[in-house]
């Protein structure tokens, strides 16, 4: 089959999943208000480079340490128990080890868990069942994802139907296998939760979703079932982009918005990499959140009608060292995770709770979209805005 024939199918893919409605949460037409991080408190202080975090139905949250390679349960309330080492699991000191974790969409029933390490041959997507206080039952679900010292990916997300499970994968530092297609590093892959690969994926009998990936560790929906992944660039461009089916994302050829970029897929915002550097992301009321190491700053940027990412603003610039991870709560809240792995003293990283308040101020995303140049800004409260303990002030940008 041709290059273009397997476009065609993307296309169509492309159509069928932007025509679907939106399965959960709000609907995309719907009133939102802007969602801003206020107090900040610590829910574990003395936790070794917490790399994923999933909550589960009662508001506590599964973590998973990337060099300890364990997992730990959480409570709202700072409540700790370990659920022990990842079995098959084992890193080199770099990016590798237990990255990105899952809950079940029907865990009340199935008690199922996903997590994505690196084993001996590989990274892969492996499932348990937790039962009480343990984690059983490990069963590989997908392998075949190449492993390296860094560019690893790792990110989990369940689609807002529950559907599917996509993955995100790094390029191990091989450059050309993010342009392979019958290679699993540098894409963002989509399966169903047994690990079997949808019949509807944009090429036929793979699992790749999109391509042309340096490093995704973030993945996000919006309101309207869009999928939205952050990606390392390497010594220039940071991006986040709004994934399509089938898509090319660039690299190694484009980077960013810069060198060879034709008929690929243009990210909706770049940051020089000393700016960010961003991993984790997560998106509450259609702002994305987006969490990075470099950058040591939460950016937040709203998705516009015309599928821009607008309004921009950093948060917490320089105040708790790298950021790693940045996860909604059931109810809105934010738990943000620190990356202290440059430091060389393990244990020394922290969960922290960040309270949201809606702001006084409301904006609609309508169905239609705006027309170019009407698209109605924020308005924003003038006194009183950045008074003490908004962190919002804490930084410009
Ligand atoms: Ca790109
Ligand atoms: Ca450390």
């Known amino acids: 089959m041709t290059r273009n024939a397997l476009r065609a199918i993307a296309a169509v893919t492309a159509l069928v999943v932007l025509s679907a409605p939106a399965a959960a949460g709000r609907q995309h037409t719907g009133l939102f ?39 730990r349960r959480l409570t709202p309330s700072g409540g700790r128990t370990d659920l022990g080492r990842v079995p098959g699991a084992e890193g080199t000191g770099g990016e590798d080890g237990v990255l990105g974790i899952e809950v079940s969409p029907d865990f009340d029933h199935d008690h199922h868990v996903f997590v994505y390490l690196t084993a001996a041959d590989g990274n892969r997507l492996v499932r348990a069942t937790l039962e009480g206080e343990s984690l059983t039952g490990w069963t590989t679900l997908f392998s075949g994802v190449p492993r390296g010292r860094y560019h690893n990916g790792g990110r989990l997300r369940f689609s807002p139907d529950g559907r599917h499970l996509f993955v995100s994968t790094g390029d191990v530092q091989i450059d050309a296998y993010a342009q392979d297609l019958d290679n699993n590093a540098g894409k963002i892959l989509r399966l169903y939760a047994d690990g079997s690969i ?52 660039g690299w190694p050829a484009c980077q960013g918005t810069t060198g060879d970029c034709a008929g690929t897929v243009l990210p909706k915002r770049t940051w020089s990499t000393s700016a960010a550097s961003p991993s984790g992301l997560t998106i509450v009321d259609d702002h994305v959140f987006v969490a990075t190491l470099v950058g040591q700053r939460l950016y937040r940027l709203r998705i516009d009608p015309l599928s821009n990412l607008v309004d921009e603003r950093a948060f917490f610039q320089g105040w708790y060292g790298r950021l790693r991870t940045v996860e909604a709560t059931p109810d809105g809240d934010l738990w943000l995770a620190t990356s202290s792995d440059k430091d060389g003293t393990p244990g020394n990283d922290r969960v922290l709770h960040v309270a949201v308040h809606p702001d006084d101020d409301w904006f609609r995303l309508p169905a239609t979209g705006f027309p170019v140049g009407t698209v109605p800004a924020v308005h924003r409260r003038g006194s009183g805005r950045c008074a003490h303990p908004r962190p919002e002030c804490g930084s410009g940008g």
């Open 33 to 71: 208000r802007v969602p801003v991080p206020g107090e900040v408190r610590a829910i574990a202080e003395d936790v070794d480079m917490p790399w994923g975090i999933a909550f589960l139905p009662d508001g506590s949250a599964l973590m998973t340490e990337r060099d300890a390679m364990t997992v």
């Open 198 to 249: 949808p019949e509807d994926n944009p090429f036929p009998g793979k699992a790749v979703w999109s391509y042309g990936h340096r490093n995704v560790q973030g993945l996000g929906f919006d309101s309207a079932g869009r999928l939205w992944a952050s990606e390392f660039g390497n010594a220039d461009h940071d991006e986040v982009n709004l994934i399509e089916p089938g898509g090319n994302f």
